[in-house]
């Protein structure tokens, strides 16, 4: 029992993370309706615009995250305007969305490997090692890094601070309105393009931070955004395609899953947890743990 509550601790952080993908995830598709598979590579340019600023220009660990979120808001705009701009103009993001998406995500992906070259690198020590007790069962100590714990409090502080956003600004209110319809929502004088802008923006900035945070615990590459952008999708599968806070579930939901796979059974199967959940969910509850379906009158 002590050993199964230390992996469920020590899985929190990157679940932590994953729910920062899993809601950018969502954000895009509840909005605009596709499968934004440039997600994990804003991921990866997140890690290493975090990368470089850290090690080039030395800076601490907040300017250097806040930077890295707005590179990565930077990058997700900048890839809906010449990849899905054309194609809502001409009434076939529907058709043509996914491959754009692919192919768009396949020219970042190997466009940064040919950049910073395949060689793994390392943040320098942001943060300070220190480990915590967090209780004792019996005479084990259950304990957690003092670097998961902060990686933790800051992944927590941004979905609050999004949360906030959604519910106590008239762009936030009119984004959720337009989750729902956004061809209604434009009809009512909603500027519908500008909302489609700020859904990457807000998309691109939480998978730039996952990226940091991710740099912080473990080394980045170029490649790093694939598999990291699938667990995204499984999260949000998991939690509610469309909930915020069932992303926020499922992202720790999987994190734990994953940690306690890897250290009571084996590390290969680590991240086959994830999609065997997803595909458990897909097949027994479609709509996920907190999502949701609308009834369509006809």
């Not at 952080?13 to 969502?26: D, E, F, K, R, V």
């Not at 590179?71 to 701009?85: K, N, P, S, T, W």
Request: charged share 10%.
């Amino acid at each position: 029992m002590a050993v199964l509550i230390q992996q469920i601790i020590n899985g929190l952080a990157s679940g932590g993370i994953y729910a920062l993908i899993a809601i950018g995830w969502t954000t895009v598709f509840g909005i605009v309706g596709i499968i934004n598979w440039t997600h994990g590579e804003v991921y990866m340019v997140g890690a290493f615009v975090g990368y470089f600023l850290t090690t080039k220009l030395h800076m601490s660990l907040v300017p250097a995250l806040l930077i890295s979120m707005a590179a990565g808001a930077l990058l997700a705009m900048l890839l809906d305007q010449f990849g899905y701009v054309p194609l809502r103009k001409k009434n076939a993001l529907v058709k043509s969305g996914f491959i754009t998406a692919l192919g768009l995500s396949t020219f970042v992906r190997y466009s940064a490997d040919a950049a910073f070259h395949a060689d793994p690198r390392v943040y320098p020590e942001l943060l300070k090692f220190k480990l915590l007790t967090l209780f004792k069962i019996g005479d084990t100590e259950i304990t957690m890094s003092s670097i998961h714990l902060q990686i933790l409090i800051g992944s927590l502080i941004i979905m609050a601070v999004l949360q906030l956003f959604f519910t106590q600004t008239i762009v936030g209110k009119a984004m959720m309105a337009g989750s729902q319809d956004m061809k209604t929502l434009g009809l009512m004088g909603a500027d519908s393009e500008m909302l489609i802008k700020v859904t990457f923006a807000v998309s691109g900035a939480l998978g730039a931070a996952a990226g940091f945070f991710m740099g912080i615990l473990y080394t980045i590459f170029p490649m790093m955004g694939a598999l990291a952008g699938l667990k995204g999708w499984a999260c949000a599968i998991l939690g509610g395609i469309g909930s915020i806070t069932g992303s926020l579930v499922g992202g720790l939901l999987i994190g734990v899953a994953e940690n306690i796979t890897s250290g009571l059974i084996s590390t290969g199967y680590k991240d086959a947890i994830s999609f065997g959940i997803m595909i458990l969910v897909l097949l027994i509850k479609p709509t996920g743990l907190m999502g949701y379906t609308f009834e369509e009158k006809v």
